[in-house]
Structures are given as structure tokens and as C-alpha cells.
């Protein structure tokens, strides 16, 4: 048992850089999830994967002009997430292209010019910190932009929780209430990229999506409502969270993909045995009603 116990916990306990990559990783996954939920919701997953990538080219302009330097690259990834989101915004409500099209152009224009810029003046070094993050060389400076983000995240979607669901419901019902629904829609995009823009300093651009997105897409075979599987996505992402740096530090790989292949994996067991709507539940209902016909063809 102590050696279980030391095995578990023991790199935590002696090594800082390991308890601040677990404090950054848990702060995250503790606003990225239910932020997640409410993607899932609103059938746009893939929305934080486009947005993720639309802050690229402004960390890329940060770092171009400040090097590795936190604010300026943090000010670039909020300045070019916004933008895009109005972008698209707008050209879905002006064209005929969906929002989600429209977004998806926007990501792979951002994507590429983001690594054009990282590449003209970055080595291959520069970059990798950008895409996959340094979740285990977290500083001061990058462990308090987290939780300070993670924390204005859940204090502010707690006040617009309730339009929120509405919205996810019944939009046309807050568009009618004096504007409502648009507001609460803005609110929550700049929460999605402040929360982006902190979290790839931890998990990078390509791998903080990960922990938004699988958490909460696990959440939704065990929880039925919205405030449950905000709970739950945020469990599900710490532990995540935990288990990836555990695996990371004990086997030698890269952190930020152990973190979300360690999400991956919750949300496979998930699919096949939670309880609304996994696999086993969906056939054992189709043997439940096989057997109910069968009952009644034989009694008729």
C-alpha cells in the first residue's frame, strides 16, 4: 500500500514543477469543461476546436514582437479569437454560409497563418511550445493567468447560467427579450476565448480543445441535466488532468497528449457503458423491447 501510495502521489509531493503543472491543469479543466457542456448543447463541438486555432495568429504576433513573453502573447490570442468570432458571425448572418462552415474557414486560415508567422522567426522549438504547450514548465505569471481566468469563467457563467440553457432550448425565445439571447451569446464566446487563450499556455493550441471538449462529450452518457454534466465535466477533466501527468512523468512522454489521451479514454468507457445512451444501455433497451414484441406476437 505504500509503495501504491508513493507511485501515486509521490511525484506530486517532490517536485514543484509537478504541482504547478497539476494546479494549472486543474484550474483549466475546471472552467474548460463546463464551457464544453454548453458547446455540446448547442451542437457546436467544433467550435472550440475553430477557436482554438483562431488565437493562433495572435500569440504568433506576440511572440514575433515580444519573444516568449506571456501579456503580449495573451493580449494577441484574445485580440485575433474575438475577431474571428465576429468575422464568422458576421458572414453567417450575411451569406448563406452556416456558422459553423463559416467558422471552419476562418480556423484554417488562422491555423496557417499562425504557423507561418511562429515559423518565420521561431526555431521548431518556438512552435512545438505554442501547438502542445509547456503545461510542465508552468511559471508564475502563466499559473495565475490560469486560475484567474478559470476563476472569472465560472463566476460569470454562473450569472448567465439560466439564459444560457434558455438559449440552448429555445433561442428565438431570448432574441425576442430585447436582445438577450445575443448578449448572453457574446458573453459566453469571450469567456470560450479568454478560457482558449490561458490554456494554451498549458496545453497549447492544438490540445486545450481536448480538455473542453472530451470531458464534456463524456458527461453527457452520465448526467441528464446541464448543471450535472458541468459538474461532472470539470471531475472528469481534473482526473484526466491528474492521470496524464502521472503517466507523463512515470513512462517519460509528452504531457499535454497524455492528459487528453487519459480524457480519451473516459469518454471511450463512456460511449460503451454510460448509463444514457452508451452502447450497452442502447442494446440491453433493444433486447428489453425484442423480447415485449415477442411476448405480445406469442400472446396474440
Not at 444514457?276 to 396474440?300: D, M, T, W, Y
Request: include cysteine.
Amino acid at each position: 500500500m505504500t509503495w501504491l501510495l508513493g507511485w501515486l502521489f509521490g511525484p506530486f509531493l517532490e517536485f514543484d514543477f509537478m504541482r504547478r503543472a497539476l494546479a494549472g491543469s486543474l484550474a483549466l479543466a475546471f472552467a474548460a469543461g463546463p464551457l464544453g457542456v454548453f458547446l455540446v448543447l448547442r451542437r457546436m463541438s467544433l467550435m472550440g476546436d475553430a477557436m482554438a486555432h483562431a488565437i493562433l495568429p495572435g500569440v504568433a504576433v506576440g511572440f514575433l514582437t515580444a519573444g516568449l513573453s506571456l501579456s503580449a502573447m495573451t493580449a494577441g490570442g484574445m485580440i485575433t479569437g474575438l475577431v474571428v468570432a465576429v468575422l464568422a458571425g458576421f458572414v453567417a448572418r450575411l451569406t448563406p454560409l452556416r456558422e459553423d462552415a463559416s467558422f471552419a474557414a476562418f480556423y484554417l486560415i488562422s491555423l496557417g497563418l499562425g504557423v507561418l508567422l511562429v515559423s518565420l522567426r521561431g526555431s521548431n522549438m518556438d512552435l512545438i511550445h505554442v501547438l502542445f504547450g509547456t503545461v510542465l514548465g508552468l511559471d508564475d505569471g502563466a499559473l495565475l493567468l490560469v486560475t484567474v481566468s478559470a476563476s472569472i469563467t465560472l463566476v460569470v457563467m454562473a450569472l448567465i447560467f439560466r439564459p444560457l440553457v434558455v438559449e440552448c432550448l429555445d433561442p428565438g425565445f431570448l432574441r425576442a427579450e430585447r436582445g438577450a439571447g445575443s448578449f448572453s451569446h457574446m458573453v459566453f464566446l469571450v469567456l470560450l476565448v479568454m478560457t482558449l487563450v490561458a490554456g494554451f499556455q498549458v496545453l497549447g493550441t492544438l490540445m486545450v480543445v481536448g480538455i473542453m471538449m472530451l470531458p464534456a462529450t463524456a458527461a453527457r452518457f452520465w448526467a441528464r441535466s446541464a448543471a450535472h454534466q458541468m459538474v461532472l465535466a470539470g471531475i472528469v477533466g481534473s482526473v484526466s488532468s491528474y492521470f496524464g501527468l502521472l503517466i507523463s512523468y512515470r513512462f517519460d512522454v509528452p504531457a499535454s497528449p497524455a492528459i487528453i489521451l487519459s480524457a480519451g479514454v473516459v469518454y471511450v468507457l463512456s460511449v460503451v457503458l454510460g448509463p444514457h445512451g452508451g452502447l450497452l444501455q442502447v442494446a440491453r433497451q433493444a433486447q428489453a423491447r425484442r423480447k415485449h414484441l415477442l411476448k405480445i406476437s406469442e400472446s396474440g
